[in-house]
């Protein structure tokens, strides 16, 4: 698959899981000085395998947005609080990282601006919702990243 089908695929994995997870979420009160981000590593498989226990009420939004996938894995789970107009990194598998940049809240959604392995983009999500980053090649599969956004302090 070409760079540019590959990066078209991206974003509509991304845009898929900004509608089909974070209007779902209740909305809160615009945030102040810091917004945290909680971010599951799940590595998606189309061959059949057991649901893994430890990605908790995410499966259901996981098998909704990604039905074409019969298994899926987390592979960590980190917390990062994150100033407005800082950034902040973790590592995925494969030797690649993850930035995401907290722009600050309006009306009831956190702007967030996310960088990994050369795709970059700005997402809007509601306040306390989820939005799914994915399609990246993983071990016979594709890497979702699941990333909680909320404001706080």
Same mark, same amino acid.
């Given at each position: ?28 009160? =615009? %945030?102040?000085? /810091? ?13 059949? @395998? *057991? &649901? ?32 407005? =107009? %800082?950034?902040? /990194? ?13 722009? @600050? *809240? &309006? ?33 016979? %599969? ?12």
């Amino acid at each position: 698959m070409g760079i540019g089908r590959r990066l078209f695929v991206l974003r509509a994995a991304l845009v898929i899981g900004c509608l089909g997870v974070g209007l779902s979420a209740p909305a809160r009160a =615009d %945030g102040g000085g /810091t917004a945290t981000f909680d971010v599951t590593v799940i590595q998606a498989s189309k061959s059949d @395998g *057991a &649901a893994d226990p430890a990605l908790g009420k995410l499966l259901a939004y996981l098998q909704k947005s990604f039905s074409g996938y019969k298994s899926f894995k987390r592979l960590d789970a980190r917390t990062l609080t994150v100033a407005q =107009d %800082g950034s902040a /990194t973790m590592p995925l598998p494969g030797g690649k990282q993850l930035e995401l940049s907290y722009l @600050g *809240a &309006a009306k009831g959604f956190v702007r967030v601006h996310l960088t990994v392995d050369g795709l970059k983009t700005t997402v809007n999500v509601k306040d306390g919702g989820l939005f799914f980053q994915a399609g990246r090649v993983l071990d016979g %599969g594709i890497m979702v990243l699941a990333i909680g956004a909320q404001t706080g302090g």
